[in-house]
C-alpha cells in the first residue's frame, strides 16, 4: 500500500504494453508512486473523481475517444490535475497541440525512462501549480491571507469566501454536497500534559490525512484551534459518513511520536448533507456542527449525522405538550450533591466517585461556579500506565458538560438532552451546582407531571 507521501499517477491508456512500461519506468524512481490505470476514457474520468490524484498520463487515441477530446475531457472533469501527454513518434504534432491547449507536457512512448518519466511529472505538477496561482491572481501576499500557516489548510475566512463557488458548481450539476466537522478530542489535555509542540504535531497530522482524503473540489479548512471543516463535493450525508468514519478509525491508529511517551489521540466528527431547505452552504456548517456537538456529548470519538439528530428530534415531539412545560428545573426536588475542586487530586476524585457510588460529580472552582463534570470515564482515560494517578482534576474535567440555570424550562432540557444524546447535565444556581439531572430521570419526572395534571383536569 501506497503512503500518503506517494505521487498519484493515473495513466488512461489503452495499450497494456505501454502501461506496463510507464510503470516500470516509475518504479525505477527513488521517489514513491502510486499508479492507477485505465483503458478507456470513461474509465479514466470515474477513476479521477473517485481518486485524489496528483497528475494525469492520457494518450489521444483512445477507444472512446481521439485527440483534444481526450484532453478537454479531464480538463473539464478535474480542472486542477495536471495533464502529461503519452504520444508517439507519428502524433508529436498532436501532442504539441494538446500543449498549447493547457496539457503540462508530453513524453515519447518510445523513448520512455525513468528520467524522462519523474522529469516531465515534477515538471507538470509544479506547472500547473503555478499557472493555477497566476489564473486566480493569489500573489504570495494573498496567499498567505488565506491559509493556516501551521497546518498549510484554507483559514475560515477564506473558505468561507470560497463556500459561493462550490456551492454554484452543486446547484447547476446538481451534485449532493456535505460537510463534515471534526474535533479532535480532549486536546487541551493533549497540550496541558505534552507541550503546545506536540498539540501542534497532532494538528498537523489531522490536516495531512484530511488533504490525503479529499478530492479536487473539495474545501478543506482549519475552522479554528483544533476544529476543521471539509466540504466533500459529490457526496451524500452516507458516503460522508463512511469518509468521516474512514478518517477517525486512521487517526485512532496514528501514534504522535514524544520524547516522553506516544501519544494517541481520537477525534469526533459530524456530518450533514445540504438539502432544499437550506438556502446556503452556511447554514449547512451548522447542521454538521451540531452533529458534531451530539458526538461530543455522546463520549467523542464517533461519527454522527444530522439525521440522527433530527431523529431524536422527533422523539421530542412524541412528548405531549400542556402546562407541565412550564415546569422549570428549580421546581424539582434534588438530593444533596457533593462537588469536587479543581485543585482536588485525580486520586481523590477516584476515592469519592467509589465512595458515593456516582457516576460522575460536578467540579466548582474556588468560588464555588460550576465547571464542569468528572465522570469515570475521564478518570479511565487519565490512568497512566504505571496505574498511579497524579495531577488536578483541572487537566480531565470536561468543560463541555451542560449546567443549566434553575429557572430553564424543563422541556427545553429534554428536548437538548434527547437531541444530543446527553446521558447527564447539572442545574445550577446562582453559577453553583444544586443538582445532577439524567435523561431517565428527567423524563420520568415529566411524564410523572403530565399525570398529575391529568389527575387534576379529571377532577
Given at each position: ?323 407541565t412545560d412550564r415546569t422549570t428545573l428549580g421546581e424539582l426536588a434534588y438530593s444533596p450533591i457533593s462537588c469536587l475542586l479543581l485543585t482536588d487530586e485525580i486520586s481523590r476524585a477516584a476515592d469519592r466517585l467509589l465512595e458515593l457510588r456516582v457516576p ?100
Amino acid at each position: 500500500m501506497a503512503s500518503d507521501n506517494a505521487i498519484t499517477v493515473l495513466v488512461v491508456e489503452d495499450d497494456p504494453v505501454d502501461r506496463h512500461a510507464l510503470g516500470r519506468a516509475l518504479d525505477g524512481s527513488p521517489l514513491e508512486f502510486e499508479l492507477l490505470e485505465a483503458e478507456t476514457l470513461a474509465e479514466g474520468i470515474a477513476s479521477l473523481r473517485a481518486n485524489r490524484v496528483d497528475v494525469v498520463m492520457l494518450d489521444l487515441g483512445l477507444p472512446d475517444g481521439d485527440g483534444l477530446v481526450n484532453l478537454a475531457a479531464i480538463q473539464e472533469a478535474d480542472p486542477r490535475v495536471p495533464v502529461v501527454i503519452l504520444s508517439g513518434r507519428v502524433d508529436e504534432s498532436i501532442a504539441l497541440e494538446a500543449v498549447k491547449a493547457g496539457a503540462q507536457d508530453f513524453v515519447n512512448k518510445v523513448d520512455l525512462t525513468t528520467e524522462s518519466a519523474v522529469r516531465v511529472i515534477s515538471y507538470a505538477i509544479e506547472r500547473k501549480l503555478t499557472e493555477t496561482r497566476l489564473r486566480e491572481g493569489v500573489s504570495e501576499l494573498e496567499h498567505a491571507a488565506q491559509v493556516d500557516p501551521l497546518t498549510g489548510l484554507l483559514n475560515r475566512r477564506a473558505f468561507l469566501q470560497h463556500l459561493d463557488r462550490v456551492e454554484q458548481k452543486s446547484r447547476s450539476e446538481r451534485l449532493p454536497v456535505s460537510c463534515a466537522m471534526l474535533d479532535i478530542d480532549y486536546f487541551k489535555h493533549v497540550n496541558d500534559t505534552y507541550g503546545h509542540p506536540i498539540g501542534d504535531e497532532a494538528l498537523r497530522i489531522v490536516a495531512s490525512l484530511l488533504l490525503h482524503e479529499s478530492r479536487a473540489g473539495d474545501l478543506v479548512c482549519r475552522f479554528g484551534g483544533e476544529e476543521f471543516c471539509v466540504i466533500l463535493l459529490n457526496t451524500d450525508e452516507r458516503a460522508a459518513f463512511a469518509w468521516a468514519d474512514r478518517v477517525r478509525k486512521t487517526l485512532a491508529e496514528t501514534i504522535v511520536k514524544t520524547q516522553r511517551c506516544d501519544l494517541q489521540v481520537t477525534v469526533s466528527l459530524g456530518v450533514a448533507q445540504a438539502s432544499r431547505d437550506i438556502n446556503a452552504l452556511s447554514e449547512l456548517v451548522d447542521k454538521a456542527d451540531q452533529a458534531l456537538l451530539a458526538s461530543k456529548q455522546r463520549g467523542r470519538n464517533r461519527v454522527t449525522t444530522y439525521s440522527e439528530v433530527l431523529s431524536s428530534r422527533e422523539v421530542v415531539t412524541e412528548v405531549a405538550t400542556d402546562e407541565t412545560d412550564r415546569t422549570t428545573l428549580g421546581e424539582l426536588a434534588y438530593s444533596p450533591i457533593s462537588c469536587l475542586l479543581l485543585t482536588d487530586e485525580i486520586s481523590r476524585a477516584a476515592d469519592r466517585l467509589l465512595e458515593l457510588r456516582v457516576p460522575a460529580m460536578p467540579v466548582v472552582d474556588g468560588a464555588g461556579r460550576f465547571v464542569g463534570l468528572v465522570s469515570e470515564k475521564e478518570l479511565l482515560q487519565a490512568i497512566p500506565e504505571d496505574g498511579h494517578w497524579c495531577g488536578t482534576i483541572e487537566k480531565i474535567v470536561d468543560r463541555t458538560a451542560m449546567g443549566f440555570p434553575s429557572d430553564a424550562k424543563l422541556s427545553f432540557v429534554r428536548e437538548f438532552m434527547i437531541r444530543t444524546q446527553t446521558a447527564q447535565v447539572a442545574v445550577v444556581l446562582e453559577q453553583r451546582p444544586i443538582g445532577l439531572l439524567t435523561l431517565e430521570d428527567l423524563l420520568k419526572r415529566q411524564r410523572d407531571a403530565q399525570t398529575a395534571h391529568r389527575l387534576v383536569e379529571a377532577v
